[in-house]
């Protein structure tokens, strides 16, 4: 056993599209939470693991905090608080806007609570300009006492590093809870259900995507190719037909695309067969949300 290991739980917050996702895959150096220009990306909070000279970093990324109008909404906000329990360190990050949102408000109460090192993580520095990075400082800083402000950009890979040697600090145990070769605990078949969304995402818009989810129904790996069977359901008839498309073109998207993200991922061939059902207002129902793997139990 090396006497100087340590490691810690590093739970990530903010609200939606924040870049709290893509600052997790910079940090990692791998791409394992999805990420898409649409609010409300990230489901399901997301464990990303880090071993590094000796230093083994835990991340939770979790679902963005917003008003929940839905059951999957309560679920997602439930889980990214309940990131907190069990957190070494936090990483709250914003946007330099304006001013801090009514959401961002209830975060900090919340995280005043719990009597953590909060570091504020202000992204998107590289399409900011100065004067609005420096008044985003001044609107915060009176809000609570945080150990640090980190300005970064998590598209462009900068500032990023200064979080992993802050971090680290407050660290407390002296073991590795995973492999140091593990970069998530996500299940092969959830890493290709999510990748599916995320093209879902990326190719339909308003509340096609919010509406969407994938079930793994088959995963079968073979000598040098992994085939997956997936179904997506969406909540109304109407949604089926742009998710497949005229002649079928979008699904045929998804599918590649899909593809191409998961070769790369698991280094060797995927074959991808995509199915479209519809279940109305899944959303809203416990049972369906449970069998989506949106569920504490
Ligand atoms: N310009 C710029 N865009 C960024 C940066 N970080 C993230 N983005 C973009 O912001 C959008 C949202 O990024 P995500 O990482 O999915 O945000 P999130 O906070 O995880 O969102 P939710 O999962 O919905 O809570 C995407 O279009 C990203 O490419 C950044 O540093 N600079
Ligand atoms: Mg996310």
Not at 84 to 103: I, R
Not at 162 to 180: M, S, T
Not at 207 to 214: L, Q, R, S, Y
Request: charged residues 30%; neutral net charge.
């Amino acid at each position: 056993m090396d006497d100087n290991r340590k490691s810690g739980f590093v739970a990530i917050i903010g609200r939606p599209n924040v870049g709290k996702s893509t600052l997790l895959n910079t940090m990692l150096g791998e791409k394992i939470a999805i990420v898409s220009s649409k609010p409300q990306t990230t489901r399901t909070s997301i464990t990303g693991i880090l071993t590094k000279d000796g230093t083994q970093y835990i991340f939770i990324d979790t679902p963005g905090i917003h008003k929940p109008r839905t059951r999957l909404g309560d679920y997602m906000v439930k889980s990214a608080f309940s990131s907190l329990s069990g957190a070494d360190a936090v990483l709250f990050v914003v946007e330099a806007d304006s001013k801090p949102s009514p959401t961002e408000l209830k975060i900090i109460e919340r995280l005043k609570q719990q009597n953590l090192p909060v570091y504020l993580i202000i992204n998107k520095t590289d399409v900011k300009s100065k004067e609005k990075l420096g008044q985003t400082i001044l609107d915060y800083s009176p809000l609570m006492d945080f150990t640090d402000v980190i300005p970064v950009s998590a598209l462009k890979n900068d500032g990023v590093d200064i979080i992993l040697n802050e971090v680290c600090r407050h660290f407390k145990d002296d073991r590795f809870f995973f492999p140091e070769d593990m970069i998530t605990d996500q299940p092969e078949r959830q890493i290709a259900a999510e990748v599916i969304r995320e093209k879902i995402l990326r190719l339909t818009d308003d509340e096609i995507p919010h509406g969407t989810a994938v079930t793994i129904e088959d995963f079968k790996e073979k000598k040098d190719l992994i085939s997956i069977r997936a179904e997506i359901f969406c909540e109304k008839a109407s949604h089926k037909g742009i998710i497949i498309g005229k002649n079928g073109e979008t699904i045929k998207k998804i599918g590649t695309y899909a593809r191409e993200d998961l070769e790369e991922f698991f280094g060797c061939r995927v074959f991808i067969d995509l199915w479209v059902k519809v279940k109305k207002n899944w959303r809203d129902s416990v049972a369906a949300a449970k069998n989506f793997g949106y569920t504490d139990n």
